[in-house]
């Protein structure tokens, strides 16, 4: 093995990525998987999961996928996902975070219940599925080879952005601070903890903007980089995070967004 293999090898490495069936979840699964992981992938609809999980084994990776039914929208789905890991392994060495949920309506229409039920997915999931899943972190955890956890949190978390998602918009900003809090938490155990904050990438939440080439095309003009997310944009940040590459960093809110965080209209003395 060479030494970048080395530095970036996941292989041997058991992970759980929830709300893997499609978008994000499905691009770190598929990076994991390749990379030689053994990838658990969860969502609410259990027949998705298991058809992804056939369609990465079938690509030939060095790794392999098996999925299943798990529902983070509620305290009893989270036990009832835990329990399934349980019986799967008894350690895990990656937890990912991905399942979410967004909300949109206008300021003067925006429901009272969406705060609750976006807040429930998006944070109080975060952090009830990962203290529950601390025994398996802290079996799998070693000061060479920490455990690593990576939470999903967006551009619209760092950014005063809300395209009419308000609830969306202040949970990842939350989970951005969960992250933070969990980072030193969890430092001592030997247990990363980090956060993707993506930009603009084809999903199903994002389908009514970057459904089409066209409309991706669009929407990427807007992007510095000039361009929308890819799937290897999202893989080869998840193995930098899980690998001996990131095995140093924790508590970090890494950008995944061509440049939009650092975006601005202000100039001060260019006209």
Known sequence: MSYLDRLFSVA??????????????????TGLVRAGATVMIASRKGEDCIRVASELNAQGGDGRAEGFAGDVSSEAGIAALVAEVKVRTDRLHILVNNAGISWGAPLEEFPYHAWAKVFGVNVTAVFHL?????????????????????????VMGTQPLADDAYSYT?????????TRTLAIEFAGRRITVNAFAPGPFQSRMTAFATATEEQAKHVGNHVPLGRIGVAD????????LCSRAGSYVTGAILPIDGGQSVQHGMTLFKE
């Open 12 to 29: 041997g490495k058991t992970a759980l990525v929830t709300g893997a069936a499609t978008g994000i979840g499905r691009m770190v699964a």
């Open 130 to 154: 990962t203290r529950e899943l601390l025994p398996l972190l802290d079996a799998a955890a070693s000061d060479e080879d920490p455990a690593r956890v990576i939470n999903l949190g967006s």
């Open 233 to 240: 944009d999202i893989a080869g940040a998840t193995l930098y």
């Open 170 to 178: 202040a949970s990842k900003a939350a989970v951005h601070h969960l």
